[in-house]
């Protein structure tokens, strides 16, 4: 009896278990049709650049002549401003070269003063010994009208005649020998004087040309950047009363409604690079800002690093889209579809 009621109790357990599992059926998939192909993924080429203005140009310190210092800045344009063609960026303290203007212009001014004087004293000595030429010339007349009275007059007479003819012959030509050579130097001393005077002249030019150099002026009209440069033995940018050096830059002026992006592409990706291809530009300052752009050229030449088997040419970018936040030395990367799809694209 107790056999039967256990077979009874596996029985009804086996059917419960039976009732509860359920069996999926197999999964069917459609095979492609005969001759097509899987869709590829498109692949993209991301590249990274620094953002450039098309039109620009950087300020720099005023390269002055004469001995070499600091120029104090006195005034600085602020950064960020609008500006157009003309308009004063910066000054720099004036008053050294002031003084050597007002030194030069007063040392032009008394060699043109000598100038004139020598002129003047030359003309009057030309017109002295003409006279003195004229003198000696008439002397000799008279001496040689005095001569042809010899037939009537005593012999000790026609002797002095005589003499007195011959002295004032050779008193004409000594005349007219000095005559030359004092000419000569007269035009050598104001030749001496003159070319001083034109010495002094370009001295004056130049310390002209180094008033008007303080006063920088903006060359294109756009908008201004200040550049770092070195100062209190850090970097930074200029601040008014720093003491800067000849040639350091300033500012950068720029137009920014024309910009680009200039990057280094590897020779693998080259084949990915299409005229007038579009592509997506992202700013690292600004993730959220999105920007349009189409490849503009490509440098024709490809350089490698020292020990290194991949080549680098250079690829601008042009941004059609303007934008406020736009700065230059921004560094940005430029995302670009593949249009080979992977095949022989970027890998």
């Not at 008193?171 to 002094?200: G, P, Y």
């Not at 280094?264 to 990706?269: L, Q, S, T, Y």
Request: negative net charge; hydrophobic residues 40%.
């Amino acid at each position: 009896m107790r056999c039967i009621v256990r077979e009874l109790g596996v029985a009804i357990s086996v059917v419960l278990l039976a009732s509860c599992s359920h069996t999926s059926p197999p999964a069917v998939h459609a095979a492609p049709p005969p001759g097509s192909e899987a869709p590829r993924a498109k692949r993209e080429v991301r590249l990274t650049g620094i953002v450039e203005a098309v039109h620009s140009s950087k300020v720099l310190v005023p390269q002055i002549w004469g001995p070499g210092g600091a120029l104090t800045l006195t005034k600085l344009i602020p950064n960020g401003s609008e500006v157009k063609e003309g308009d004063v960026v910066a000054l720099f303290d004036n008053t050294t070269q002031a003084d050597s203007l007002r030194d030069t212009q007063a040392k032009y001014d008394d060699l043109g003063h000598q100038v004139e004087q020598k002129q003047a004293q030359n003309r009057a000595d030309f017109e002295k010994r003409t006279s003195d030429l004229k003198q000696a010339e008439a002397d000799l007349a008279k001496a040689e009208m005095e001569l042809q009275k010899g037939p009537i007059l005593a012999e000790i007479d026609r002797l002095k005649d005589e003499e007195k003819v011959g002295i004032s012959r050779k008193h004409v030509e000594s005349l007219k020998k000095s005559m030359a050579f004092h000419d000569k130097a007269d035009a050598a001393s104001l030749r001496i004087l003159e070319l001083q005077r034109d010495r002094q002249k370009v001295a004056l030019e130049r310390a002209q040309t180094n008033m008007s150099k303080l006063e920088l002026k903006a060359n294109l009209s756009g908008m201004v950047a200040h550049q770092n440069l070195y100062r209190n033995n850090s970097m930074g940018h200029a601040q008014e009363g720093d003491q800067l050096y000849r040639g350091q830059p300033l500012v950068s002026i720029f137009d920014p409604s024309e910009m680009l992006v200039r990057c280094a592409v590897g020779e693998p990706d080259g084949a990915a690079l299409l005229p007038g291809m579009r592509a997506t530009v992202y700013l690292d300052a600004y993730p959220d800002l999105v920007l349009p752009a189409h490849f503009e050229f490509a440098s024709p030449v490809a350089s490698s690093a020292f020990g290194s088997p991949i080549k680098t040419f250079t690829a601008v970018f042009k941004l059609d889209q303007h934008d406020s936040h736009l700065m230059p030395d921004l560094s940005a990367a430029v995302v670009l579809e593949d249009p080979a799809g992977g095949a022989g694209g970027a890998k």
